[in-house]
């Protein structure tokens, strides 16, 4: 018996990363999983986003679990295509969700914020926070309709709840994140759809585990490496560690979903480590 039996649950940036770990920690409690991503990378992006192998990779990993998932290649900031998904997904999964886990974002070079480029701030923007405003405006409808209450987990970022230099565009999104998950707790209480929001520190995964954001942090070295950046990554959080495993976070997704939760709306829920008490 898993603690999500019977329940159908929508991530986005499901390929890789956090969105992997969550669809296979879902899975794992009994869900089926409608999933998607973008697989594509902007022009300017210092990193490389999830591919379309990274995708098949995640259906593979899911069925393994002996869980259904329709998968898809879908940008979060289309709203015709994101709905295409869900539509496919629920007649194909007996037309209930119950979750939803809102995690596909991108993040920027730091930079101080008046050396950003306009355009730049714009896309990152728009995926980051319109993207999660069009998964929600696609999915509620769907959960209001089935009448089965839900949770829905918005992926807002510790960069949100704590101060720093740099990263100005990307802070701006995610604590706009936070502001549509308090408006969302209440717009959809009467419904019994619980909305919170979780703040991860650094995770473990390409988004930090990458040869321009290390360089950021050690540009005294020609081409470091993760352990090169650890001790960077430490002295942000409370605890010794540099950075979470996607797991932790998706640990707390699956709380969060479970009736273990069932009375928690509207929370802004650390997964951090103590950073947001450190920063």
């Known amino acids: 018996m898993g603690l999500l039996d019977g329940k159908v649950a929508f991530v986005t940036g499901a390929a890789r990363g956090q969105g992997r770990s969550h669809a ?81 974002a991108i993040i920027s070079w730091p930079k101080d914020t008046w050396e950003i480029d306009p355009a730049e701030f714009r896309e990152l923007v728009d995926v980051t926070l319109t993207g999660t405003f069009i998964t929600v405006k696609s999915a509620v409808p769907a959960m209001i309709a089935a009448g089965n209450g839900g949770s829905i987990v918005l992926t807002s970022s510790g960069a949100a709840i704590t101060a720093g230099k740099g990263l100005g565009d990307y802070k701006a999104a995610k604590a706009g994140v936070l502001a549509l998950k308090d408006t969302l707790a209440y717009e959809l209480a009467e419904h019994f759809i619980r909305v919170n929001a979780i703040c991860p520190t650094a995770v473990d995964t390409p988004m930090i585990q990458n040869e321009a954001l290390h360089r950021a942090f050690r540009p005294d070295l020609e081409r470091p490496g993760r352990d090169d950046v650890k001790a960077g990554f430490a002295q942000m959080n409370l605890l010794p560690i540099p950075w979470v495993d996607p797991v932790d976070v998706s640990n707390a997704i699956v709380w969060l979903c479970s009736d273990a939760a069932r009375y928690v709306t509207g929370v802004t829920l650390p997964v951090d480590a103590g950073n947001h008490l450190k920063c």
Do not use: F, M
């Open 24 to 104: 296979l920690r879902l899975a794992q409690e009994g869900c089926d999983i409608i999933a998607l991503d973008a697989c594509a990378t902007p022009d300017w992006l210092s990193y490389p986003l999830a591919t379309e192998a990274d995708l098949a990779r995640a259906v593979r990993d899911v069925e393994a679990l002996d869980r259904r998932i329709v998968a898809r290649k879908a940008d979060t900031r289309n709203l015709a295509a994101v709905a295409a998904v869900l539509e496919e997904g629920l007649a194909e999964l007996g037309g209930r969700l119950d979750i939803v886990a809102a995690n596909a």
